[in-house]
């Protein structure tokens, strides 16, 4: 059974950092496409970031030069460090994996809290 926990977040200020982790399990991690979701109260779901089964990363615009995707397979593990946070980065968090084979399985972790305020 695919398990995806992320943990990290937390209340920080504005221009403050954090660094989220998202451990995964039950999945061919090195072979998965992987990504940070977020979503804020009232909106809808949106991308942050992601990372390739090979190391290629892209972002958000709102995110781009802040945070940073980054990935370690021998721990499983997926990471998301955001610097320079905004209040408008207030949202939960959710890692996502994706694998392709003959269709494609996508699996959510349970989403961690992030709040941005003075």
């Known amino acids: 059974q695919v398990q995806l926990v992320e943990s990290g977040g937390g209340l920080v200020q504005p221009g403050g950092s954090l660094r989220l982790a998202c451990t995964a399990s039950?999945?061919?991690?090195?072979?998965?496409?992987l990504g940070w979701y977020r979503q804020a109260p009232g909106e809808e779901r949106e991308f942050v970031a992601l990372i390739t089964s090979g190391g290629n990363t892209k972002y958000n615009d709102t995110v781009k030069g802040r945070f940073t995707i980054s990935r370690d397979n021998a721990k499983n593990a997926l990471y998301l460090q955001m610097n320079n946070l905004l209040p408008a980065d207030t949202a939960v968090y959710y890692c996502?994996?994706?694998?392709?084979?003959?269709?494609?399985?996508?699996?959510w972790g349970q989403g961690t809290q992030v709040t941005v305020a003075s």
């Open positions: 996502n994996a994706a694998i392709v084979g003959e269709k494609v399985d996508i699996y």
């Open positions: 039950g999945l061919r991690f090195h072979a998965a496409g």
